[in-house]
């Protein structure tokens, strides 16, 4: 007898497998029990019937709970009503362990009561489906780095010096060197790969320790920075843009059961696959103060300003060539208007914000410098980076997506902490 | 006229294209200019020829030093003397930079003054063809999992309480929840994992605050750690088996320049994919002491063991069934003998040393709360551990592959520091 996965079980109708998991739910009504049964890989209801079961057997499981571990042995079929769908005929069922009584129940919980049961919350259905769309953007993005050329280059986490400020960085103490801190962006270290390998990214966790309360903040997140050498301003968006239509494209081929458990409205991820806007910021700001907003010409987007911007459009907009004071002293200037500089912040629709942030970087040591000096940074620990404008360099871009932003639009879901497994927030470190 | 990658050269055999890199090497021979030019993607030779260029662009191109950056116009055609090699035929030189003088020259420099300069260290051949040999071993590790039913886990960084001991741990400050961890491990969160998803790992930076200074150890490296519930002892091993041997020849058909550069004997790689060997703790000790060694029976292996134990070996040895007090408390006793433990180590030949080390999981509640008692482990802090043995406990196994161990291996290199883009040691931060 074969050991099979719920997902494969079309391939078995007829023939008598084991499947090793859990229990869903379960309910008896007469000679009949009615097991919802997960392994991880999908569900099936499986039909125990008394007469065939023998008494003993039928009592035994009935005795299974919320999330019991069990063995069942049965036929796979087809599902007497719904067509596309199988079930188990369920011929033994053993029990490994009876749970306690689950905490997690179809009542709501609150929002703290969860997070501190995170361990037993990530069996849910809902949850389920986060971790499998998870994983799928995870890959979709690796996949097309992969192959446009790009090669994974890890950044250091324990870095001597901060990226942007230092008011946000959580700080350890490293052996006798002094202190280190945990990295807020890869950015910096990536722009040494290129100069080896061309085109390269990073992804992995990045810190900050932020006070921020807000639902689209973690102090802990995934972030894939991308950088290519001799890749300029509007190529940087042109493949930002693929990526990201990319992305969209493969969640909705490998995750349509998924998108439909969570509720999501494919249908407005479909219409994001298509060409995306592009606006300079002088234009969003002109087009938002003409919808009411008081944003002035110097001013980053707030939150609300990034949901106006993008009401009534089905794509995400680039907005593009920021005034220089409110962004990074790395990004080149525009040659067209010194105060400006190549910059673009992707801006996702139906409310999502910001997904990516990027730019074409200053490539001129004087000018880089000067940035630098006006920036009060500490020149000796960033000799490095300065170096890479010395020896060969050349016209570079590159950009940034939180992944827990890009993951919380594909799903649709209202809140970032349910996007990565353990949620690190500023009161919420356990589990 | 089209811009393309060295590596996509061979397509574009006698039709003019552009090229975008950086000077390897170059040299003048009368009216002959050799430029060794990389552009990340691969290396090729251009030859200008100053007759054809001009006299004042030719003397312009012999400006060129050692990693100025430039932009190449010509036509490819094959090598005149190698077979499958070839080189551009160079129209014109357009110089971006002339790089100051390089640091990094063909005469031997110290480690220290490498790592110093790992920025720039990273555009040597050697170190580049180890980049990509990450990036490939990483990619293999994923692709099995990915093909066997695992999914993407990512485990926390920061972390309230310590997997094994906290005296290796780097700690900071969590706003006002007290002191944080950075993780050695993810594998209790994996153990979460199974429960929702049946297969799960994770691929991360991991850290170890550790004095250690031997040529094996780093204190900040890259960690997949696999899980799988209703996997048991000698399953966990054949999956560990067949992921390394993917991972094998996965790079010996996708890295074959790679290692040539490294000059890596890759007919070990070759023999090393074939059954891999068992033995119990018990039997290499039993080996280990007829070869010389001192080791006792209770003992862990040494380097030097690790060395001894796969001395005539072309395979990898799994070392299995450990005495249950040199193990993590959370192993599984062996139902034969009750002072041992499911666990395995798995040994790469030539003298690499332990690549992997894997258990079946201890999955009953009270044996496991006795061994967490008997280290006097915060039994509050893993509460949601335990909980994983109330709520339909399974059967489970995982293994977890340190990366860098994993490419010092495939590649041959001596030192883990190589292997990895900034290392982190214990007097090593910068850059």
């Known amino acids: 007898m074969q050991d099979i996965f719920v ?3 079309a391939q078995y109708l007829g023939q008598e497998v084991r499947l090793k998991g859990w229990v869903r739910n379960i309910r008896s009504s007469g000679k009949l029990l009615f097991i919802i049964f997960r392994d991880g890989s999908a569900e099936i209801q499986a039909v125990a019937f008394k007469p065939e079961m023998g008494e003993q057997a ?58 501190s049961h995170r361990h037993l919350w990530l069996r849910s259905t809902k949850q389920w489906a986060l971790l499998r769309i998870r994983h799928t953007v995870y890959y979709a993005i690796c996949e097309y780095l992969n192959d446009h050329g790009f090669f994974r280059f890890d950044s250091p986490i324990l870095t001597p010096n901060a990226c942007e400020g230092t008011t946000t960085l959580f700080e350890l103490e490293y052996f006798d060197e002094g202190k280190a801190y945990l990295s807020q962006s890869g950015q910096l270290y990536l722009e040494t790969g290129i100069m080896s390998l061309g085109r390269v990214y990073d992804f992995g966790p990045v810190f900050r320790a932020e006070r921020s309360k807000t639902r689209k903040h973690l102090t802990e997140f995934w972030m894939m920075d991308a950088e290519a050498a001799y890749v300029e301003h509007t190529e940087n968006m042109d493949i930002q843009e693929n990526l990201i239509r990319h ?30 806007k592009r606006m300079t910021h002088y234009e969003a700001v002109e087009h938002l103060r003409s919808k009411g907003s008081e944003i002035g010409h110097n001013d980053d987007l707030g939150a609300a300003d990034e949901t106006l911007i993008t009401e009534g459009s089905q794509v995400p907009i680039f907005i593009e060539k920021w005034p220089k004071q409110i962004k990074a002293f790395y990004m080149k200037r525009d040659p067209d208007d010194d105060n400006l500089v190549l910059g673009s912040d992707l801006i996702a629709p139906e409310g999502f914000g910001e997904i990516i942030g990027g730019s074409q970087r200053e490539d001129d040591y004087d000018q880089l410098l000067s940035r630098m000096q006006a920036e009060n940074m500490d020149l000796e620990a960033y000799q490095w980076f300065l170096d890479l404008r010395k020896y060969g360099s050349v016209p570079h871009s590159g ?3 939180g992944l827990e932003r890009l993951i919380t639009w594909m799903s649709g879901v209202h809140h970032i902490r349910e996007t990565i497994p353990f949620p690190r927030m500023i009161y919420r470190i356990y589990p």
């Open 399 to 401: 950009f940034g997506i």
């Open 7 to 9: 997902k494969d079980i």
């Open 247 to 276: 992305v969209i494209r493969t969640v909705l081929a490998k995750c349509d059961k998924e998108l439909d458990i969570l509720e999501r409205d494919k249908s407005a991820l479909q219409a994001a696959d298509a060409p995306f």
């Open 58 to 115: 039928f009592e035994e499981a009935k005795r299974l709970t919320l999330e019991s571990s069990v063995i069942l042995t049965g036929v796979p079929q087809k599902h007497q009503k719904k067509t596309g769908e199988y079930e188990l005929s369920v011929s033994s069922v053993q029990v490994l362990q009876i749970a306690e009584n689950y905490p997690i129940s179809k009542k709501e919980h609150g929002p703290d009561f969860l997070l």
